[in-house]
């Protein structure tokens, strides 16, 4: 116990040393998140699970807010975490799995963006109606531009043998990048679960800005989902999502 206590301190001393130069060494910045993260996986079930986790996340949230981390690859952590840009490469997504146990997930998104003002702002994304059992792995920047609108992929899966996607239209206003809640037809952001082994078959069409989804149909009895499906659609106009009924 006091060994671990002692690396991991040494550990944090030494990645605040890499942040606090006039400029950051992010090559060693992201040996020491990755080091940190590879060992999150051998604490899920410890005593020293929180602190852990506690010291990944406050490591990461500190790197990622200074601008020079945003075109900086972290080709080590980013065979911990999923990493994306958008399409325009104006925002950047960092995602990881909490590593709750189980087959219950909740994962953690921080996003760093440059605003139409050329401003830098990250920030923890703080699920709202959004479900923090989603993990973003694409970014889309949608038309018009002026909208300043993305449109975020998201997935994850959890206990009861089920696993989903969504589509949440998210917005840049004020320099902060929040959920467009008043871009859903219903108030709601596009959600479809399957059960674990079904294929997701997903399209979107950017030029059209239209999504096509095979939607399974779900059996009351038995609590699952059959092999039957719909095919449903989807478009995004006007900043609005809605379903081609």
Known sequence: MRIFLLFIISLFLSFNSYCQLSKPDFSQIDIQLSRLCQLRAHHVFSEQRNEVMGNFNSMMLEAISHPLSFNYPFDSLERCIYITYSSDSLVRCYCYDNLDGGSFHTYT?????????????????????????????????????????????????????????????????????????DCYEDYSPLF??????????IEFDQKTQRIEAKVYRFDNETGFYTNEYDLVYYYIQNGLLKQIR
């Open 109 to 181: 998104n921080i996003t760093s963006y440059y605003t139409e003002n050329g401003n830098f702002q990250s920030q923890l994304m703080i699920p709202e109606k959004e479900s923090p059992m989603i993990g973003f792995d694409r970014i889309i920047r949608l038309n018009p531009p002026e909208q300043k609108l993305y449109l975020f992929k998201g997935f994850g899966t959890y206990g009861g043998g089920k696993q989903h996607i969504s589509f949440q239209l998210f917005k840049i206003e004020n320099d902060t990048l929040s959920e467009c809640f």
């Open 192 to 201: 479809i679960e399957q059960n674990r082994g079904q294929d997701f078959e």
